[in-house]
């Protein structure tokens, strides 16, 4: 049950994220043009997190099925890949949201192990 809710609160966060990097306004592309990354990464990136947050709603429709698992493990990835970056930027303190964001995907990649 805690993980469904997990897995439906990281879909909806992810979702959001992606489809604001995606939309291409100045207000969904205002942090990562804070440290530099060209818009069209930041859209691609917007894509993939769309995606995962997809895989995992399909993961809570499908448990069985590898793919929400999958899908968190590309989150994570695309985390510690943000983090990465606020750091080597020089912004330390706006890195908070996803070092958080990661430590809620690693939960649930620890649980659904």
Same mark, same amino acid.
């Given at each position: 049950?805690? &993980?469904?809710?997990?897995?439906?609160?990281? #879909?909806? &966060?992810?979702? /959001?994220?992606? /489809?604001?990097? /995606?939309? $291409?306004?100045?207000?969904?592309?205002?942090?990562?043009?804070?440290?530099?990354?060209?818009?069209? &990464?930041?859209? *691609?990136?917007?894509? +993939?997190?769309?995606? %995962?947050?997809? !895989?995992?709603?399909? $993961?809570?429709?499908?448990?069985?099925?590898?793919?929400?698992?999958?899908?968190?493990? !590309? *989150?994570? %990835?695309?985390? *510690?890949? #943000?983090?990465?970056?606020? +750091?080597?930027?020089?912004?330390?303190?706006?890195? +908070?949201?996803?070092?958080?964001?990661? &430590?809620?995907?690693?939960? +649930?990649?620890? /649980?659904?192990?």
């Amino acid at each position: 049950m805690m &993980i469904n809710i997990l897995a439906g609160f990281l #879909a909806l &966060i992810f979702a /959001i994220s992606g /489809i604001s990097k /995606i939309s $291409g306004t100045a207000a969904g592309l205002s942090g990562t043009r804070d440290l530099q990354v060209p818009d069209s &990464i930041a859209k *691609l990136v917007g894509v +993939f997190e769309l995606v %995962c947050a997809l !895989g995992l709603i399909w $993961g809570l429709r499908y448990p069985d099925d590898k793919f929400g698992w999958l899908a968190a493990v !590309g *989150l994570w %990835c695309t985390m *510690l890949g #943000a983090i990465f970056i606020h +750091f080597q930027k020089q912004k330390r303190r706006t890195a +908070f949201p996803a070092g958080f964001l990661l &430590i809620l995907v690693t939960i +649930f990649l620890v /649980i659904k192990q």
